[in-house]
Antibody
Framework: EVQLVQSGAEVKKPGESLRISCKAS????????IGWVRQTPGKGLEWLAL????????AYRPSFQGQVTISVDKSTRTAYLHWNNLKASDSAIYYC??????????????WGQGTLVTVSS | EIMLTQSPGTLSLSPGESATLSCRTS???????LAWYQQKPGQAPRLLIY???TRATDIPDRFSGSGSGTDFTLTITRVDPEDFAVYYC??????????FGQGTRLDIK
């Protein structure tokens, strides 16, 4: 059974850095694209970035390029999303999502439980 | 970027009625790259339909998808009480990872 277990809720101040995580199990980690989707009341669902653990290839939504960094640790089967300089507008629920198939052009078939990030002074 | 516009914003129905949800894309999209998700309060979205008309694993057959070009539809025949949720369309055919529509809320009338 595919499972994506995300790290817990975070409360941070503007300007701080943060890394949230997603531990995958139940499938061959290096074969599937995995990424992050955020959800806010104002903008709904937005894909931020994707990564292929086997190829170390990444794809970022243009508006998030340079704002976040996606990475993986193959040894622990964990995906990460990292911020260097948080803003209040980064407050959202962040979902870890694995593609349904091994293709880059695939919908999000498996979702983590979500990580609530709150950025406030 | 392909924009997705969903309508209506809210649909109020009684259990047993049929629901028709629309997703219109700003450019022609191959039906291979259109998906639908269901999201209930406090839960992550769940994949219902991919490639416009293929049901994902364990999705009941009262959910069906159709469409091509710029107009896509999610139909729920005989809405069940557990179907009241928000539904999102998603295009994943350009500029991965693609983007979502703004959602349609299906409410109990």
């Amino acid at each position: 059974e595919v499972q994506l277990v995300q790290s817990g809720a975070e409360v941070k101040k503007p300007g701080e850095s943060l890394r949230i995580s997603c531990k995958a199990s139940g499938y061959t980690f290096v074969n599937y694209w995995i990424g992050w989707v955020r959800q806010t009341p104002g903008k709904g669902l937005e894909w931020l970035a994707l990564i292929h653990p086997g190829y170390s290839d990444t794809a970022y939504r243009p508006s998030f390029q340079g704002q976040v960094t996606i990475s993986v640790d193959k040894s622990t089967r964990t995906a990460y999303l990292h911020w260097n300089n948080l803003k209040a507008s980064d407050s959202a629920i962040y979902y870890c999502v694995r593609h349904s198939t091994t293709s880059k052009w695939s919908p999000g078939g498996f979702w983590g439980q979500g990580t609530l990030v709150t950025v406030s002074s | 970027e392909i924009m997705l516009t969903q309508s209506p914003g809210t649909l109020s129905l009684s259990p047993g009625e049929s629901a028709t949800l629309s997703c219109r894309t700003s450019q022609t999209l191959s039906s291979t790259f259109l998906a639908w998700y269901q999201q209930k309060p406090g839960q992550a979205p769940r994949l219902l339909i991919y490639a416009a008309s293929t049901r994902a694993t364990d999705i009941p057959d009262r959910f069906s998808g159709s469409g091509s070009g710029t107009d896509f539809t999610l139909t729920i025949t005989r809405v069940d009480p557990e179907d009241f949720a928000v539904y999102y369309c998603h295009q994943y055919g350009t500029s991965p990872p693609g983007n979502f529509g703004q959602g349609t809320r299906l409410d109990i009338k």
